[in-house]
Nanobody, 126 residues
Framework: EVQLVESGGGLVQGGESLRLSCAAS????????IGWFRQAPGKEREGVSC????????YYADSVKGRFTISSDNAKNTVYLQMNSLKPEDTAVYYC???????????????????WGQGTQVTVSS
């Protein structure tokens, strides 16, 4: 059974950093895409970043480019999202998701991902 567990969320001030972790079990990362998504109250889910385990390709939403970095430790079956220069508009519940595919151009929609974690809250105060 595929399981994803996010951690690392919290309350920070604008400009500070957080590192989210997504620990996976029940599968190995080979050939999987691992994505990070977020959903703020009253807003639709938004793709944040994706990493293709097959070749390490990374993808980012324009809103986080230059501030967020996705990485993976395949030996630990864990994907990280380093978030720097956080802004109040980054406040949301952050989810990781996994699917046997490459991120490609479809990752941002979220729908192709079949396995999701429970989410971790990130709150950025101004």
């Amino acid at each position: 059974e595929v399981q994803l567990v996010e951690s690392g969320g919290g309350l920070v001030q604008g400009g500070e950093s957080l590192r989210l972790s997504c620990a996976a079990s029940g599968f190995t990362f080979d050939d999987y895409a691992i994505g990070w998504f977020r959903q703020a109250p009253g807003k639709e889910r938004e793709g944040v970043s994706c990493i293709s385990s097959s070749d390490g390709s990374t993808y980012y939403a324009d809103s986080v480019k230059g501030r967020f970095t996705i990485s993976s430790d395949n030996a630990k079956n864990t994907v990280y999202l380093q978030m720097n220069s956080l802004k109040p508009e980054d406040t949301a519940v952050y989810y990781c998701a996994a699917e046997l595919m490459a991120c490609g151009t479809i990752w941002y929609e979220g729908d192709p991902f079949g396995s999701w974690g429970q989410g971790t809250q990130v709150t950025v105060s101004s």
